[in-house]
């Protein structure tokens, strides 16, 4: 069993790390690889280059010590801040405590219960029973009840915009390019925003009446797709949308 080679010894070019004048330079490894192998050569080549010179140019004496040990420093720190924030959360649970309301009780409903806020479109629409035509076919009956028909019309609300993507494959990448689906989400968005308020207008009855509302509901949308396609209509011409029309058909977006 042979000793390692000590400090004092020469560096043969078996060894590990070969001698000063046998070590390849940045060219030579750069011209020895290919690919991913080359690009992490020239990054790390570079970023030493820039640190060396850094370091050249700079005042900065670098220390022995270039952190401190996780235990006792970093524990004691963390522990420290950490048992401060737990005070404060503390303190002002003591001093401001909570109202908590009355146990509740299985055996009652409350007045209005409500699903969460992002789910209040949905809400709406289970809401959609005015609509429901009655069926003089039927002898004045519905072909389906009001809780089936706002189903129904979650499944197609949800059917419309799963299938959105399919109908438009164009590569349009702001909304002035393709006015109609833009306006199409504007609309989206207000009868998102519009059928949420219905869903809770038992909340805030005396704001507005019910048929006022539900006439909104489905206006409103209206108005703001129409006044989105317009005015994206007469921003053409400033966007120069023939160009950038001709451009994306010669360069396509990757």
Same mark, same amino acid.
């Given at each position: 069993?042979?000793?390692? =080679?000590? +400090? +004092? ?11 000063? !004048? ?19 050569? @020239? ?7 820039? %640190? ?9 004496? @670098? ?8 235990? =006792? ?31 509740? %009780? #299985? ?24 609509? !429901? ?7 004045? @009956? +519905? ?10 019309? !979650? ?19 702001? =909304? ?15 009868? #998102? ?7 809770? +207008? ?6 507005? #009446? ?31 949308? @023939? ?12």
């Amino acid at each position: 069993m042979t000793d390692a =080679p000590s +400090k +004092k010894d020469p560096v043969t070019p078996g060894d590990t790390v070969p001698p000063d !004048n046998q070590t390849p330079t940045w060219t030579e490894r750069k011209a020895r690889t290919k690919g991913l192998s080359q690009l992490t050569y @020239e990054y790390f080549e570079r970023a030493r280059r820039e %640190d060396q010179e850094l370091r050249t140019s700079s005042s900065y004496i @670098e220390r022995d010590v270039l952190g401190f040990p996780t235990w =006792p420093h970093e524990t004691i720190r963390n522990l420290a801040i950490a048992s401060f924030f737990i005070g404060m959360i503390m303190f002002l649970s003591a001093t401001m405590p909570p109202h908590l309301e009355a146990p509740a %009780d #299985s055996s009652t409903t409350p007045a209005v219960i409500l699903p969460d806020w992002y789910l209040y479109w949905s809400f709406g629409l289970l809401k959609l029973g005015f609509l !429901n035509p009655e069926l003089s076919i039927l002898g004045g @009956e +519905k072909l389906m009840t009001d809780r089936m028909y706002g189903v129904v019309a !979650n499944l197609l609300v949800v059917g419309v915009i799963a299938i959105v993507p399919f109908l438009n494959k164009g590569s349009a990448r702001r =909304p002035v390019e393709q006015p109609f689906w833009a306006a199409n989400g504007v609309g989206g968005v207000i009868f #998102s925003i519009t059928i949420a308020a219905l869903s809770v +207008k038992n909340l805030v009855p005396d704001m507005l #009446s019910p048929h006022v509302l539900q006439d909104l509901t489905f206006l409103l949308p209206i108005v703001g797709a129409c006044l989105s396609y317009a005015v994206l209509k007469t921003m053409r011409e400033g966007y120069m949308f @023939e160009l950038n029309r001709r451009y994306y058909r010669l360069r396509p977006p990757r």
